[in-house]
């Protein structure tokens, strides 16, 4: 592009083809926010579908398809929507993206790792990179420009994109992986980290569907926000990145020391917490979720005697977490939802006020959708499956496919269907529903409405072939276990 401001109009319509144009207008597109616009219209219906479609010069935009919110404290009967994250473009083709896009769906959520900072094949998948990033890893404004460049390239997330509404937050790699506000995971100074993360910040904000109260400055960027789904929900979008203490003890996988337990210890930092919290005690919404990041529930590793915690995860700032769920005990707060990414599976759990106690009491669930591609094609069974849920009973549910997840929500339940494929390395994959799980506001917990079954047509004719492909799976692990650890390359 130029270096100099270009016009582009805009128009809103209520039809596809544009005969019935409500609103439009001309922003200029400047070079100091490459090119891009982000156009809020006010004077909207509430709860109406509406096209829109940019022109600039002689081009003219492809057609998206939005929805305006319900209006607050409305009565809402229902809602459907999607959740996605992580989509290391190495890694694989966004084929999920192509069949979310045939969903009917009222909005997309995005929790995280968009896109991947690493260079071309330093982030090698189990199962093979089967396209390239452009250039070394990124650290400049334009590096990371490009990248955000080359990954909405792919024709399926465009589709995505163009078919729904979506709230975005970020996760690690947006920046750099496992950083923790201005500390970086290796190799930079906090003084050359804070520039880069300022880069990487600009340049999300430039290509993400973000209002104008997001725009960076002093190196900040406010992104996390709520909304109400009229009566039916109140939505709080977390950032557990840019206010978090580092990790403790090192980061990785650890047991617990004074470092992790601190009770001082932040990820959200005091104005955030105190943000949420406020909402959480006045809201009137039949649900309230977090659209966030990393894993919430407890998830245990290790063994009995010397049991492990993930450190970037809630895991490792215990007493963050355990501060929200006395809050939420005190307050009877029985519907709340946590909406995950980041661990390239997907889990389904009950949340409790005391992971260690079977008969805590259940206050809410957490869905952690799979990944897009990160991890390359999946499996149903993982190595660590079987002991995963035996050391976590709140955790119904594991599953090694790519995909990401559905939820249709009623006043009275939470649905979320796990959306699967059967492999990434390569284009064409049909999509199933591995499993669907719903919650309901009666401290039961979480309850599957589908038998599992193994997805795209693997059918195990009896128990020697069940016990066939989990030592198969459990091999295949330890394979992948010992590459990983060879190329030091985490989540």
Known sequence: ???????????????????????????HASPSLAHSVHVEVSGLKSNTIYYYRFKSGNEISP???????????????????????????????????KHMANEELDLVFHLGDYIYEYGTNEYLSPTGNVRAHKGDEIITIEDYRNRHAQYRSDEHLQAAHAAF???????????????????????QSVEEFIKRRAAAYQAYYEHMPLRRSSLPHDGGMQLYRDFTYGDLANFYVLDTRQYRDDQANGDGSKAHTAESLDPNRTLLGAEQQKWLLDNLGNSKSQWNVLAQQIFFAQRKSGSSTAP??????????????????DFVASKDINNMIVLTGDVHASWASNLTTDYNNPEAAIFGAEF????????????????????SLADNPHIKFFNNYRGYVRCQVTPQQWRADYRVVPFVTKPGADISTRASFIFEKDQKGLKEIEAN????????????????????????????????KKEGVTN
């Not at 130029?2 to 001309?26: C, M, Q, S, Y």
């Not at 709230?167 to 923790?180: C, K, L, Q, R």
């Open 1 to 27: 592009m130029p270096d100099h401001i270009v016009p582009v109009n805009w128009e809103l319509a209520t039809d596809a083809n544009f005969r019935n144009v409500i609103k439009r207008g001309t922003e």
């Open 63 to 97: 057609v998206g398809k939005t929805k305006t919110l319900p209006a607050a404290g409305s009565s809402v009967a229902s809602m459907t929507f999607a959740f996605a994250s992580c989509q290391q473009y190495e890694h694989g083709y966004f084929t999920a993206y």
């Open 165 to 187: 509404p979506w709230v975005v937050t970020w996760d690690d790699h947006e920046v750099e992986n496992n950083y923790a506000n201005v500390i970086p995971e290796k190799g």
């Open 308 to 325: 492990k915690f993930s450190m970037d995860s809630w895991d490792g700032y215990p007493a963050a977490r355990q501060h929200i769920t």
């Open 368 to 387: 952690v959708g799979t990944s897009i591609t990160s991890g390359g094609d999946g499996s149903d069974w993982r190595a660590d499956t079987a002991k």
């Open 453 to 484: 079954t193994v997805p795209m047509g693997i059918q195990m004719s009896n128990e020697v072939e069940e016990d066939r492909h989990r030592a198969h799976a459990r091999a295949h692990e330890k394979q992948l276990e010992k590459k990983r």
